[in-house]
């Protein structure tokens, strides 16, 4: 299978200049890829890094060191150097993120929120948001919700919500922030076979989860983030 | 023979001014601006307006043009709303006969330059007549916009939008354009101009009016002009196009129609008359024979004074 | 959201440079900024955002750099040496500036529908029922009823008169829109609808926005892309969300250790 993501000899550290300007090495030397039809968990304790390769990925944080390299249509894209304009292309049409917390925005109903990266893509207002609705019942999300903002929702509403706007769209390389965190087990199960579907699809995916059963289920591969540990005297 | 040689010569005039009040350098300076305006209509020419003995608002600007066009055998004719003889137009015809000794008149035909103040006579000028207007404010942009260098900027780059938010306030407010005087209009194709504040119901004479038309704001230091058989086009919307007043009686004194018409309040029970703006014009078609639907009114022969002809 | 599909810039800055005096206002500012991206200027009081929006929009000519802008026929022209008339008519056709103080930028003593309709009278409209029928269109969109078009602003609330504001520049379906602190004086509530609507509305329209803000909030809700000012020069650009997330310069992190969490 091709592969969809490369990270070479990539780096991070924070440099916190309201403390004295103490530097804070999160990772180092971080070298792995993902294949089309894969799902690589990062494991490690809370502080090994995990979330913040997820970040790097997705331009969210600076990556110091190394090369980001995803595959975008014929292209090959280093997100380590690339333009802003380059990373909200790529966020539109190559890589998505799947996080437990919902960004909400003031007004817009829980299926427009679902549909919005659907339709982004190109697909028609109408389709979106028939998608949109199978998504949010699949997640059990009740139907009396669908036309509310989810501002006011319950936090394993919103969390579902966000969990269908993840993945409605279709981006070949799809990161997931521990999606499955505190939902109940009907609702793990959809997100397995959510991600299963993925896959079929020829989906890249690397992933945090720190459900054992659901890594078990959907890992093809973990990674442990401790071996990308950065020297502390480095 | 210039203009000075023969008020030095003829001394039919008070010898203790210059002919017409002003001195001769002023007067050629009033004529540049004069013929600068004449070069582009309806452009706002400055020029350096002189303190006359009158208060501002009085006429200052029209009495300044008319003093530096007029000549020794000019024949001058000074209305103020209409009538020759309101207190303005009695008061400026007295400071020319007073400082220029040239002839004067009531009667519209007769008169080469005619010096106005908020009307235009209803009968028709002709190619050797000037009209001279009194004018207040001669920036039609002022009440949108105060900023001077702002308002020369637009005339500059013909930024008119500005006049048509003011008609548009006027329809969304009265359902119609209710500006009925100092109606704004397009000079020419190119300048926006305010005729001072005649009613709009004067606005077609100004448009290929055969007379030269000179305008003075002596406060405002401002001196413009429309040329003989020029364009002049009033402001309007493709649904809400330019209309004049018009007046469902005749007047009440010679029975003309199609005239610019005054009330006038007869007594404290409510009557009333309409009578035309244009004595002169009235006078004339009385002593013609016209009769008006009032004319036989006792209160009739205290407003209209005498037609033309009939003595005193 | 399109911000890539367009290979050609709309605006190129390059070393825009404004001093009063000797003291500097703005320096060595250089960007670019493409059809349908929304930016974000953030800074303190007197750090040059001001000032080099008022550059950028023409208002405030720069002491030194150039400002090139896509005219409509795709031609790239600097805007310090187009006429003041075709200056004139891109700041009412294809730009619109919003202005903190709403009273700024409407015409405070005629009526919301004549405040909506002069740009279009401005470049050419004359019937006053079409005139009419969009600005009560333009009320619909920026939410402000329809039996509220012949009042005057003086009678909004703040909230309203900067949705007027808004609708009176988008009128003619301007490309770029300056926004100057545009939440700026607003309550809270009032900010969080206007910034709803202003967001719905650049991304239906495709606008390209430059907006100066120190609300960081309003940044990141808005904007893809930010630049931070200290002291005339700009310190740190990128992505919002990495900027914000992941600042780098000590001043940045300052000012995103300085929001209030709620």
Redesign the interface.
Same mark, same amino acid.
Do not use: C
């Given at each position: 299978m091709p592969v969809r993501l490369y990270l070479n000899n990539v780096g991070k550290s924070?440099? @916190?200049?309201?403390q004295g300007g103490m530097v804070i090495p999160v990772v180092s030397n971080v070298e792995f890829s993902v294949a089309s039809g894969e799902c690589v968990v990062l494991g490690g304790p809370s502080g090994a890094g995990k979330s913040s390769i997820l970040?790097m990925i997705y331009?969210?944080?600076?990556c110091d060191e190394g090369q980001i390299l995803v595959t975008a249509g014929d292209e090959i894209i280093n997100v380590a150097t690339a333009e802003?304009?380059? @990373?909200?292309?790529l966020r539109?049409r190559t890589i998505g993120y799947v996080s437990q917390f919902l960004r909400t925005?003031?007004?817009?109903s829980a299926e427009d929120v679902v549909a919005e990266p659907l339709i982004?893509q190109g697909t028609s207002e109408t389709e979106g948001l028939e998608t949109a609705r199978s998504l949010l019942a699949r997640l059990n999300v009740p139907e009396r919700l669908w036309k509310l903002p989810p501002a006011t929702f319950s936090g394993g509403e919103q969390q579902r919500v966000n969990i269908a706007r993840g993945f409605i769209a279709h981006y070949p390389v799809l990161l997931l922030d521990e999606p499955t965190a505190s939902l109940d087990a009907a609702n793990r199960a959809v997100v397995i076979r959510l991600v299963e579907e993925k896959k079929a699809q020829g989906v890249a995916m690397v992933g945090i989860l720190h459900d054992q059963d659901v890594r078990d289920e959907i890992a093809n591969r973990i990674i442990d983030v401790t071996s990308f540990a950065a020297d502390a005297a480095a | 023979m210039t203009v000075m040689d023969q008020a030095l010569e003829t001394g039919t005039h008070d010898g203790a001014y210059n002919f017409a009040y002003l001195d001769e350098q002023t007067k050629r300076m009033i004529r540049r601006a004069i013929l600068k305006g004449i070069a582009i209509p309806g452009y706002q020419v400055p020029f350096a307006s002189r303190e006359m003995p009158m208060p501002y608002g009085w006429g200052t600007g029209g009495v300044q043009v008319t003093a530096s066009i007029l000549g020794q055998d000019d024949c001058l004719k000074m209305i103020d709303q209409g009538s020759d003889d309101t207190t303005n137009a009695v008061s400026l015809r007295g400071f020319f006969e007073k400082t220029a000794g040239v002839k004067t008149t009531t009667e519209t035909g007769e008169a080469t330059i005619i010096q106005t103040r908020h009307r235009i006579p209803e009968q028709d000028l002709r190619e050797d007549q000037i009209l001279v207007f009194q004018v207040p404010i001669p920036e039609p942009l002022r009440f949108?916009e105060p900023r001077e260098t702002e308002t020369r !900027?637009m005339h500059?780059?013909e930024?008119y939008?500005?006049m048509?938010? !003011?008609l548009? /306030?006027d329809?969304?407010?009265n359902g119609h354009i209710a500006t009925t005087y100092a109606y704004p209009v397009k000079v020419n194709g190119r300048y926006v101009m305010d005729p001072s504040p005649t009613p709009k119901f004067d606005n077609p004479k100004i448009d290929q009016m055969a007379a030269l038309q000179l305008y003075g704001a002596g406060r405002e230091k401002r001196i413009y002009a429309i040329p003989p058989y020029t364009e002049v086009k009033s402001l309007?919307? /493709?649904?809400?196009p330019f209309e004049v007043q018009t007046f469902d009686k005749p007047c009440g004194l010679c029975g003309a129609e199609n005239v610019y018409l005054d009330e006038v309040i007869l007594d404290d029970k409510g009557g009333r008359m309409f009578v035309c703006s244009d004595s002169d014009y009235c006078e004339d078609r009385r002593a013609k024979g016209h009769v008006g639907p009032m004319a036989a009114d006792p209160a009739a022969s205290q407003i209209g004074g005498s037609p033309k002809g009939a003595g005193e | &959201?399109s911000?890539?599909q367009s290979e050609d810039p709309l605006l190129q800055v390059h070393n825009v440079t404004r001093y009063y005096g000797d003291r500097i206002g703005c320096s060595d500012v250089s960007f670019d900024l493409?059809p349908g991206?929304v930016l974000a200027i953030v800074g303190e009081s007197g750090s040059g955002k001001t000032t080099l929006l008022n550059c950028l929009s023409t208002r405030l000519a720069p002491t030194a750099g150039a400002i090139e802008y896509r005219m409509r026929d795709g031609a790239m022209r600097n805007l310090y040496q187009l006429s003041?008339?075709e200056r004139?008519l891109l700041m009412r056709t294809d730009w619109g500036f919003v202005h903190q103080n709403a009273a700024d930028g409407l015409?405070m003593n005629? $009526?919301a529908?004549?405040n909506v309709?002069?740009?279009l &009278?401005?470049?050419g409209d004359?019937?006053?029922?079409k005139?009419?029928e969009k600005a009560d269109d333009w009320l619909g969109r920026v939410e402000i009823a329809s039996d509220r078009?012949?009042d005057d602003p003086r009678s909004f609330s703040g909230g309203m008169r900067q949705r007027l504001q808004i609708a009176r520049n988008l009128v003619t379906h301007p490309r770029l829109v300056f926004m100057d602190e545009p939440t700026g004086g607003l309550d809270v509530s009032v900010q969080?609808?206007l910034l709803?609507l202003l967001?719905r509305l650049v991304a239906d329209l495709g606008l390209s926005v430059i907006i100066v803000t120190h609300d960081l909030a309003v940044a990141r809700?808005l904007s893809?892309?930010i630049m931070v000012m200290r002291h005339g020069n700009v310190i740190e650009a990128?992505?919002t969300?990495?900027v914000l997330?992941?600042p780098?310069?000590?001043y940045t992190?300052?000012l995103v $250790?300085s929001i209030l969490q709620v």
């Open positions: 924070f440099t @916190m200049h309201l970040k331009g969210n944080y600076r802003p304009r380059q @990373m909200l292309s539109d925005i003031p007004r817009v982004a | 949108l !900027k500059a780059l930024d939008g500005l048509h938010v !003011k548009y /306030e329809i969304a407010k309007d919307f /493709e649904d809400y | &959201m911000v890539y493409w991206e003041e008339a004139r015409r005629v $009526s529908g004549a309709g002069e740009r &009278m401005a470049v004359r019937h006053y029922g005139i009419r078009i012949d969080a609808r709803d967001r809700l893809h892309r990128g992505l969300d990495q997330d992941d780098r310069e000590p992190q300052l $250790s």
